[in-house]
């Protein structure tokens, strides 16, 4: 028999027996409440997860076998102690080669970080072409700037196709220079630093959704209270601090799994950071009207809305990825109200510089055909903001008798 005679075990050892079961049938119900926060990370906490799920009871079975045939005296102690020290002995070595691994893999990423801009900003690299004086329009922002649709083509570089087929404007060059989790500090540094040395002729300019998280001052991202430098905020650079070795990261992996907390829901519209985003775009339209760069204000499109589906707040990535702690979260009211207020911030800067505001927000419908979650966009949105920012630039680049 697998296992012996219940007949060779005594009262406490029924006792530990239940015991044990009850333990280990609370631990392992557990790995059935995860985290939305943990499950974000990718693909590693869901195989981690399965694996629990299907070695948690194997593990669980062999170590009541084992007690039950050293009870019945069927397996001596002594090999016991040496199949326990040599599994221990086992997993050591295992975990000492895979955090190797670990590491290697971990430092290969490590330059996608920058110290002061969190991730490595997009290099500008100029386009060859023969022609001596074009006209460099300069697309900065996040991720909603940056990121191509699944066939590798951004949105910037399909505008630039438009203008120079559809508007036959053949000196056009469009760089798309947005960098995910980039706010207008970041876009003001990076402009600065990196990019206003090149004159670019126009800069297009769409900032709103970053901004708005860093007032979530409480969330895993953040340490400590908000702070108009945004020093408070330390972005994606806080997996490099909170997972630098394959012990942390795997522990506050497997913590995420297990028992998650329900989070209280925070609903406020008071939003320090506005002001923030204010100086900050101030400060890169001065810089660039002292280059005579134009400036051209784009409001970002977002699914909030009033009378959202469960579907649709389902899909909103900042309840379950980034305005969120452990005891906290954003109720959707604050992300919809937030996002409304940085576009209307945006639009009131472009009032009061007289700039060119791309009210791209009004032109895609609200709905989960052209969003996957409460920003980025479905591949059949990115022809739609193509054509229509294309349009609004050549409005733009007619009345400002630019060429």
């Not at 975990?95 to 893999?105: L, N, P, R, T």
């Not at 490590?110 to 022609?131: A, C, M, N, S, V």
């Not at 949105?155 to 056009?172: A, F, M």
């Not at 109720?331 to 009032?351: C, D, H, P, S, W």
């Amino acid at each position: 028999m697998f296992f012996p005679s219940i007949k060779s075990l005594k009262k406490a050892d029924f006792i530990f027996i239940f015991l044990f079961s009850l333990a280990s049938i609370y631990i392992y119900v557990g790995f059935y409440f995860p985290s939305s926060y943990t499950l974000s990370y990718g693909s590693n906490p869901k195989k981690i997860l399965l694996a629990i799920r299907i070695l948690f009871p194997l593990i669980y079975f062999a170590l009541l076998w084992l007690y039950m045939n050293v009870r019945s005296r069927r397996i001596e102690k002594s090999a016991a102690i040496i199949l326990i020290v040599s599994s221990v002995i086992s997993l050591f070595i295992c975990y000492s080669v895979a955090d190797i691994f670990y590491q290697q893999w971990f430092d290969k990423y490590r330059k996608e970080y920058h110290p002061y801009l969190q991730l490595k900003p997009i290099d500008y690299k100029p386009k060859q072409k023969k022609i001596s004086n074009a006209l460099k329009i300069f697309c900065l922002g996040g991720s909603t700037t940056e990121l191509p649709d699944k066939s590798g083509i951004d949105w910037p570089s399909r505008v630039e196709t438009i203008l120079r087929t559809k508007y036959n404007l053949k000196n056009i060059e469009v760089y798309n220079l947005g960098r995910q989790w980039y706010t207008s500090l970041h876009t003001l540094i990076n402009y600065e630093t990196n990019f206003r040395q090149y004159k670019p002729s126009v800069l297009l300019i769409m900032q709103s959704v970053n901004d708005l998280l860093h007032n979530a001052d409480f969330s895993y991202f953040s340490r400590g209270h908000f702070r108009d430098d945004y020093g408070h905020f330390y972005g994606p650079v806080n997996r490099i601090i909170d997972r630098r070795s394959l012990w942390r990261y795997l522990s506050e992996i497997i913590s995420g799994l297990w028992y998650s907390k329900p989070q209280h829901i925070i609903n406020t519209d008071r939003l320090p950071g506005l002001k923030a985003y204010t100086n900050n775009l101030n400060t890169i339209i001065e810089l660039a009207e002292n280059d005579s760069t134009q400036i051209v204000l784009m409001t970002e499109p977002s699914l909030l809305k009033s009378n959202m589906t469960a579907d649709e707040i389902s899909a909103v990535g900042m309840l379950k990825v980034e305005a969120i702690n452990d005891t906290m979260v954003w109720g959707i009211e604050t992300v919809r109200n937030g996002m409304e207020q940085y576009n209307n911030a945006l639009k009131k800067i472009a009032r009061q510089h007289n700039l060119f505001l791309i009210d791209l927000d009004k032109e895609i419908p609200k709905s989960l055909e052209y969003f996957y979650d409460e920003v980025h966009y479905n591949d059949i949105t990115f022809p739609i903001i193509a054509q229509f920012v294309a349009k609004e630039l050549n409005n733009f680049l007619e009345e400002d008798g630019i060429e």
